[in-house]
């Protein structure tokens, strides 16, 4: 029995590496600090997502620039300005002056890490990941496609809403850049007149360290490491004087602690269940509709992955119900068979363009999944398009929560619906993909990727064919992976087309213009 195991665990194994080498994806950006395209001094009047004010976090006034204490905070920032060595010059580069694109990365490449299946006992059975013990084994988390959309709104919101109060402060207290008041200190990045008390690189440090830190048990020592380079970068670069650092520091702390209590009572801990839950919620889907999902996996988990994710918290549509799509084709109809026997030609007549397109957007174990696949896009579109970090956080934002509210909308058709795959309805199906370990309708690619698009189609309008081509080719190669029909993917589109409907009308009524 054990020889057995180590077997299926050396091919799972060997699944996620060629997966991996064939969808090899790059998460760090290579790009140089550049020129904002717009400063948006009125983000501070935007609206907040979770923060109830733009003063809910209070934040002292600073110290005059012509006061003693300030002086000697410059003067120490122009002796340490001064004195750079190479590894701090490199960090300087690195972190850049649009830091949100940085910890996007990191939180992709995190993602990416724990984006493992965790294997079985020798007796069979499952230890699930567990965040009291996230040592393991197995460790936690598993960052499959609703953990990782999760983690990415998390993180994003706490950014924008951590940005927003800094440009309150910013513009009520307008004290000018350190290089501004004295122009013998060297700054590292384009010029520009933001102000620079409380510092917007320290909100996005501390608030990305905090939100990261609770998604990523075992990465604390990291993350607190990646935070106190980026903070002292600040002062390498000559952006910031220690006080504006502090009082960045403070928002960012204080945004990630909202952040997180909402995270805490989201439902997302009674996501994964117990066997005899899923065997009952399985049991109403057969007694309403006649069919059921059945997991052909080897070696079988005795239960999908998570069955309640359909009823965690969403960001911005009232009731799951509102965008919970209608009833697929009964298997063995007319229509039904229609998509089966395309499945079938598909599979008789592969392509090597077929082929590619079904393994690029593949994004399964060892990726950073079809949600983190999207935020590759958003942060290619925010350096292309020159964003400040604001604005930056909030093209994020609103994409993150569009995918995880449509991620919720998806899981929840998945287990009320509970159909079966393709392999599972059609005699010796073969798959050239991994068959996911939950019901089929609708498509979860179709429906992160269709959200993901609308959004930042409102938020890039010159981007709208690239966005909409991208979705559309992102369900489409589920299709030829042969572990979707059509219909799962169809209605997947429209499904995240009108969750994400709700977050644009957010979006449109916040303040900041497109």
Not at 172 to 177: D, H, I, K, M, S
Request: glycine share 6%; aromatic share 12%.
């Amino acid at each position: 029995m054990k020889k057995k195991l180590k077997k299926q665990i050396a091919a799972i194994l060997l699944l996620v590496v060629v997966s991996s080498c064939e969808n090899e994806l790059p998460t760090r950006a290579n790009y140089q600090a550049y020129s904002f395209t717009g400063l948006d001094s009125n983000g501070g009047t935007w609206k907040l997502i979770l923060l109830s004010t733009q003063d809910q976090i209070i934040v002292s006034a600073p110290s005059n620039v012509s006061s003693t204490a300030y002086q000697s905070e410059l003067a120490a920032l122009k002796s340490t300005t001064s004195n750079l060595n190479g590894n701090q010059l490199d960090a300087v580069n690195y972190w850049s002056n649009n830091s949100i694109v940085r910890w996007n990365e990191i939180a992709l490449e995190l993602v990416a890490k724990y984006n493992l299946i965790p294997g079985p006992n020798d007796d069979g059975t499952y230890t699930l990941p567990n965040s009291a013990n996230p040592s393991g084994p197995p460790p936690f988390p598993f960052a499959h496609p609703p953990y990782a959309c999760r983690a990415f709104a998390y993180l994003s919101v706490a950014q924008f809403d951590g940005l927003i109060t800094a440009w309150h402060y910013k513009y009520l207290y307008n004290r000018q850049a350190p290089y501004k008041v004295d122009s013998s200190i060297p700054f590292a990045y384009a010029d520009n007149d933001l102000p620079s008390y409380p510092s917007d690189g320290a909100v996005i440090a501390v608030a990305s360290r905090d939100i990261l830190s609770a998604m990523f048990p075992l990465e604390k020592e990291f993350l607190a490491e990646k935070a106190k380079e980026h903070l002292e970068s600040l002062i390498w670069a000559g952006a910031n004087v220690d006080s504006d650092v502090a009082a960045g520091e403070y928002i960012g702390s204080e945004a990630a602690k909202v952040a997180l209590a909402r995270a805490a009572t989201d439902g997302m801990k009674k996501a994964q269940m117990p066997k005899p839950v899923s065997d009952s919620i399985k049991a109403a889907a057969f007694a309403r509709f006649g069919w059921q999902w059945d997991n052909l996996e080897l070696p079988v988990r005795p239960v999908g992955l998570t069955p309640l994710f359909g009823k965690v918290k969403m960001w911005n549509v009232p009731t799951v119900e509102e965008v919970r799509p209608p009833i697929p084709p009964t298997p063995g109809s007319v229509e039904f068979q229609k998509h089966a026997d395309e499945l079938v030609d598909f599979a008789n007549n592969m392509t090597e363009e077929k082929r590619k397109i079904a393994n690029w957007w593949s994004d399964g174990l060892g990726t950073y999944t079809p949600p983190g696949h999207w935020n590759k896009f958003a942060k290619d579109f925010i350096i292309k398009y020159k964003m400040n970090p604001i604005r930056s956080a909030r093209t994020l934002a609103y994409m993150n929560m569009a995918i995880m509210d449509a991620g919720i909308s998806c899981w929840d058709a998945k287990y009320y619906y509970h159909y079966p795959r393709p392999i599972q309805t059609i005699p010796g199906f073969k798959v050239i993909l991994g068959t996911p370990n939950f019901p089929s309708y609708t498509s979860g690619h179709s429906t992160f990727s269709a959200a993901a698009a609308e959004v930042l189609s409102y938020i890039f309008p010159n981007e709208v064919g690239l966005c909409k081509s991208w979705a559309m080719e992102a369900a489409e190669s589920r299709i030829y992976g042969g572990i979707h029909y059509r219909f799962d993917t169809e209605v997947g589109i429209t499904q995240g087309k009108s969750v994400a409907q709700y977050t644009i009308n957010v979006a449109k009524n916040d303040g900041a213009g497109n």
